[in-house]
């Protein structure tokens, strides 16, 4: 079996503070994704990408940067944190459609 | 465009009693639908998946049929357990092979 590393796993930030969060993964999987997870909102897809280097941006998009710079590792950085923002941040990979998630990154902005 | 909708936002049953969760969804692609399971603090997991028309999929207790004709696949169990207390997310692969989560069923079982 693998696992999904994500780091770290609670990030306190400032208004207007860049911000980023780390995902790691050694199941060898192509494709990774990064999801935000809010009350009530269920998960919503920011970036995904297929392969090294490869980044496709998902409906929440913006406000977001992502980069994939080798297989195993997926990175998002929140370009602006917003004041009293509260949010997980779940990272992914996936094989044959079936997605294996990290435990997360809890965000609070100040 | 696609969607998946989840009616249900909470759900409390005493345990031993059976549960359904609804799940429908809407897209012009072939259907591919899965539910993950999130318990407190943990990430989420599948929990089952299917594409098969009229095939009831089961795994751990819990059993979901895909019904194209509704657009349906309600996750079902005959008696819930204390453990089984966790959120619960539909999900379908979208034509641009994304998953599309529902918004979540929060599944509390009393003793």
């Known amino acids: 079996g693998g696992i999904i590393t994500q780091t770290p796993k609670f990030l306190i930030g400032q208004e207007g503070q860049k911000l980023t969060l780390k995902c790691q993964q050694n199941?060898?999987?192509?494709?990774m994704y990064w999801y935000r997870q809010d009350s009530g909102k269920g998960l919503r897809l920011i970036y995904y990408s297929i392969t090294e280097n490869d980044l496709q941006k998902g409906d929440l998009s913006e406000g977001y940067d992502a980069s994939r710079e080798k297989k195993s590792s997926f990175s998002l950085t929140v370009t602006s944190a917003q004041k009293n923002e509260m949010a997980v941040f779940l990272c992914a990979s996936s094989n044959q459609n079936t997605l294996y998630f990290g435990a997360g990154t809890r965000l609070s902005v100040l | 465009g696609d969607s998946v909708t989840q009616t249900e936002g909470l759900v409390t049953l005493t345990k031993g009693l059976p549960v359904m969760l609804n799940c429908t969804y809407q897209t012009t692609y072939s259907p591919f639908l899965f539910w993950y399971v999130q318990h407190l603090n943990e990430a989420p997991k599948l929990l089952l998946k299917s594409s098969t028309d009229n095939k009831r999929t089961e795994h751990q207790g819990f059993y979901a049929t895909l019904h194209k004709s509704s657009s349906s696949f309600h996750l079902q169990k005959s008696s819930v357990q204390l453990s089984d207390s966790a959120l619960y997310f539909c999900a379908f692969v979208s034509g641009s092979w994304q998953l599309i989560f529902g918004s979540g069923t929060q599944l509390t079982v009393m003793p």
């Open positions: 199941f060898n999987h192509d494709t």
